[in-house]
Every structure is written in structure tokens, then in C-alpha cells.
């Protein structure tokens, strides 16, 4: 017969086997969402961004909205993957048990939700920037009050208790999981709405940082997206994101001076 330790060896397997293949399909979907990116962002692209002198019509906001959304997908799911992936083997350990338990995709659509609402405001700012004139064609800042305002403002970001906050529970959701745990279809989906809102408090202001060098450069968002990788997943990641606050307070500072 097999004993518990048996049956736990079978519970850790199949624990193992579904982490793999979750974090395949999380990074795939990131990478479709990365591929989306890099077609807008090519030269031959350009004709076909929603730039008139006018400004955008609504139906071309709505177009700003999924592109600010895939562009959320891109950048935010690699770094969601460890919660997503803890929440799944927090599932199938209930499951184990006999007791109710939902898919993670509940807790990731939660997620996802959580920051497609930051895409609707951050589209919508960019159409009122643009109208303003603050926004250059190419979607970088015009104004050096505007670049090294945002610079300043994300640099002390970095070192206020809120942030803290919002990164703790963004490295840590075990515990919140364990505190808070929610039933059913609607209580994954409020998790993972809960989980994407401090992780959009952890992040906007990194986010608004687009509009400084550019919403379609590459290099810009490809940066922003490491950095917060590092921040959320290395040991470490809260130093290093108070030192690179420091540094973007450095470089806010020099921009309003007209310096960089």
C-alpha cells in the first residue's frame, strides 16, 4: 500500500508539473503580447499610429486603450508569474484536501483587470497630453516641466511608505492568500483584482514614465519591464529600487534645468 509520504511525493509531482506548465503559458502570453509591441513600434508602423494634429478621435482613444493594455500584459505578467503560480499550488493543495478550489485563470483575469483600468486612465492622459501639445509625435514628453516632473515624481515614489507597501504585497502574496482567502469563481477574481491593484500601486508612476522617452521605444519599455522584474522577483529588489529612485530624482532634477 502508499503510505502518506507516497501520496505526498504524488501531491509535490504533479504541484512541480503544473508550475511549469502554467509559467510556460504566462510567459507565452507575455510574449504574443511582446510580439503585438514590436510590429507598432517598427518604422513601417509609424503611418498607421493615431497621431493627428487634432487629436485623437474616441474610436482611436478605444485603439490607444488595447494598446496601452497588451502593453501591460507585456510588461506585467513576467513579473506576476511567481503569484499567479503560488495561487495555483495553493488551489491544488485544497484540492487535495477535499476543499473548494477554483483555476488560477479566475485570479489572473482579476489581475489583468486590475490593469486594464490603468490602461484606460494612462490612454486616456496620453489623448489629453497630446491634445495639450505635451506629447510630441513620436508620444515622448515636449515639455521639459512635464519629463522631469514625472522623473521627480517617480523617483520619490520610490521611497514612500505607500510603495512599500504595494511592493511587499506584491513579492509576498502568500500571506495574503492564507489571511484572505476568497471562495469560488468571485472570490479568485477579487483576489486577483486586489493582487493587480497594489501591483498598479506599486507601478504607475514607473508606468507614466513612458510618456517621458517615448510610449512605443523598445529599449524604454523593455528597461521599465526589467526593472520592475528585478524590483517584484531578485532579493533584494526594494534597495534596488530606492537607489534607482534616487537616480531618477538626479535625472528629474538636471531635466528641469534644462541639463540632459
Known sequence: MAGPTSGSNVLQAALRRERVIMALGLLGLAALAWVYIVRLAVPRMEMSMPMGAAGWSIEELGWLVTMWTVMMVAMMIPSATPAIVQYADVSRRRRARSLPAVSAGWFTLGYLLAWTAFAIVAATAQWVLHRAALLSPAMTSASPLLGGGLLIAAGLYQWLPLKGMCLTHCRSPLGVFAADWREGPGGALTMGLRHGSHCVGCCWLLMALLFVAGVMNLLWIAAIAGFVLVEKV???????????????????????????
Do not use: D, F
Request: hydrophobic share 55%.
Open 234 to 260: 531578485v532579493p533584494g529588489g526594494r534597495v534596488v529600487g530606492r537607489v534607482a529612485g534616487a537616480a531618477l530624482l538626479g535625472w528629474g532634477v538636471l531635466t528641469l534645468a534644462g541639463r540632459v
